[in-house]
């Protein structure tokens, strides 16, 4: 049997029970990135999942599972039956399923499955399990914890609560397991974006606070702010306990100052980047301001993008790591990832542990695989549903304007029935 529960209830005793009437009883435990990878973050860390079970008397051994599927285990310990709920006979489990019946029949296995217990109490537990999750304290310590579990992370920018809510519920399987984001960016250029107002820090604090809020409310996965230049350091430290209070993970802040204008246009346009010692301060008094030790402060790094030099981008982390920054941001807005690589590379010759941050929305070829294994923690997809959102709206309001009406434009619209349940009921 698996499981990848951290609450156990009287459900699962009882198919445990059914079970040690076949035969000796393995669980396989389900380790926190598995889980991670097709549900939510689990309440519990694996090696206190692990007690959970090895405390039940008709449990003979507990095992790790460290992938939705049950292949490997099966393959290494070749149990005579697999035992499940008969609930995974179709939607997201249905291909771990097949592939179960498949490695069982190749040496005469079995799969028992039981009636799934729907008690509305268990459902009650699962829904109390997320509302904890989405508490402040739950979902600020959680970046931190999957960057560590996981090595490196994939987040999803979202600037609305509906945007939160495709970043919090898109799932997709792939090779015998499933995939979804880590984590959500507030991105200055897309919640400014929203609004009709330029990048340039215009959209106050106040109204920042309030998208996250709105985001904060429908659910539950960690956050992840731009906090642009920070603002000056008698602002950011409040900027700090605000943003720590509410949840928010992270903070990244960028060493320009002035008129702070996007990254994407480089050189195109005047940009100030802050001195070492000033920006070092501003992360000293931030860090300093916080009231727990989750809370992280990230230094985004200019230097690639105002053209000054690997060697300034280099001096100004390892400033920036000395000064208490958690994090490095390294941004580059040219389409070739070398010197994002030749900078991590240096980086990394020193630095073994900082988590390093990138935002490849020029460099968009290189793969999530291949940042993990040059050593980068966090990759930050900033921009991408705003960037699709806006050209099918515009789509949507010419083709109204050009056929008097709206028939023509139903086929490029979400279906009414879809786009309510998109939206649940409670949360
Ligand atoms: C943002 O998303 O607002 C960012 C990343 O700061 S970038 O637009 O690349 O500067
Ligand atoms: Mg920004």
């Known amino acids: 049997?698996?499981?990848?529960?951290?609450?156990?209830?009287?459900?699962?005793?009882?198919?445990?029970?059914?079970?040690?009437?076949?035969?000796?009883?393995?669980?396989?435990?389900?380790?926190?990135?598995?889980?991670?990878?097709?549900?939510?973050?689990?309440?519990?860390?694996?090696?206190?999942?692990?007690?959970?079970?090895?405390?039940?008397?008709?449990?003979?051994?507990?095992?790790?599972?460290?992938?939705?599927?049950?292949?490997?285990?099966?393959?290494?310990?070749?149990?005579?039956?697999?035992v499940h709920g008969d609930d995974w006979q179709e939607g997201i489990q249905k291909p771990i399923r097949d592939e179960v019946v498949d490695a069982l029949a190749a040496y005469g296995g079995r799969l028992v499955e039981f009636p799934y217990s729907s008690d509305s109490r268990y459902k009650e537990l699962d829904k109390r399990s997320r509302a904890e999750l989405a508490t402040p304290d739950m979902r600020r310590g959680r970046l931190r914890k999957a960057i560590d579990i996981k090595g490196t992370i994939s987040v999803m920018e979202a600037h609305s609560g509906l945007t939160g809510l495709i970043v919090e519920n898109t799932i997709v399987e792939e090779d015998g397991g499933a995939r979804q984001f880590d984590a959500m960016w507030v991105s200055s250029l897309c919640d400014s974006t929203a609004k009709g107002k330029p990048d340039i820090e215009l959209v106050d604090m106040t109204s920042r606070f309030r998208t996250i809020d709105d985001i904060m409310e429908v659910t539950t996965k960690p956050i992840i702010f731009d906090g642009d230049t920070g603002g000056l350091t008698e602002h950011f430290v409040y900027t700090v306990r605000t943003l720590e209070r509410m949840g928010v993970s992270m903070v990244i802040i960028e060493d320009k100052k002035?008129?702070?204008?996007?990254?994407?246009?480089?050189?195109?346009?005047?940009?100030?980047?802050?001195?070492?010692?000033?920006?070092?301060?501003?992360?000293?008094?931030?860090?300093?301001?916080?009231?727990?030790?989750?809370?992280?402060?990230?230094?985004?790094?200019?230097?690639?993008?105002?053209?000054?030099?690997?060697?300034?981008?280099?001096?100004?982390?390892?400033?920036?790591?000395?000064?208490?920054?958690?994090?490095?941001?390294?941004?580059?807005?040219?389409?070739?990832?070398?010197?994002?690589?030749?900078?991590?590379?240096?980086?990394?010759?020193?630095?073994?542990?900082?988590?390093?941050?990138?935002?490849?929305?020029?460099?968009?070829?290189?793969?999530?695989?291949?940042?993990?294994?040059?050593?980068?923690?966090?990759?930050?997809?900033?921009?991408?549903l705003t960037r699709a959102g806006f050209p099918a709206m515009q789509n949507a309001a010419s083709t109204i304007l050009k056929n008097h009406r709206a028939m023509e434009c139903d086929d490029i619209c979400m279906s009414f029935k879809e786009i309510i349940r998109l939206i649940p009921d409670d949360i």
């Open 1 to 82: 049997m698996c499981f990848s529960t951290d609450v156990l209830h009287s459900g699962h005793i009882s198919i445990i029970r059914k079970a040690a009437r076949l035969g000796k009883v393995i669980i396989g435990v389900m380790t926190d990135e598995a889980i991670m990878c097709y549900k939510r973050f689990p309440l519990l860390p694996l090696s206190e999942r692990k007690v959970l079970f090895e405390n039940i008397s008709s449990v003979y051994k507990v095992v790790e599972q460290d992938s939705l599927s049950y292949k490997a285990n099966i393959l290494k310990y070749h149990p005579d039956i697999v």
């Open 258 to 384: 002035g008129l702070k204008k996007n990254s994407l246009f480089g050189n195109e346009v005047p940009q100030t980047q802050d001195s070492i010692e000033n920006f070092s301060n501003k992360i000293r008094a931030g860090k300093r301001a916080q009231k727990t030790n989750d809370f992280m402060i990230c230094a985004r790094i200019e230097s690639l993008i105002l053209e000054k030099g690997m060697d300034d981008a280099l001096n100004r982390a390892f400033a920036f790591v000395e000064a208490g920054a958690d994090a490095i941001m390294i941004h580059s807005r040219k389409k070739d990832p070398t010197e994002i690589f030749d900078f991590v590379e240096k980086f990394r010759a020193k630095d073994k542990d900082t988590p390093v941050v990138v935002v490849p929305t020029s460099f968009n070829s290189v793969t999530e695989e291949e940042f993990k294994q040059r050593g980068i923690n966090v990759v930050i997809y900033a921009n991408q």
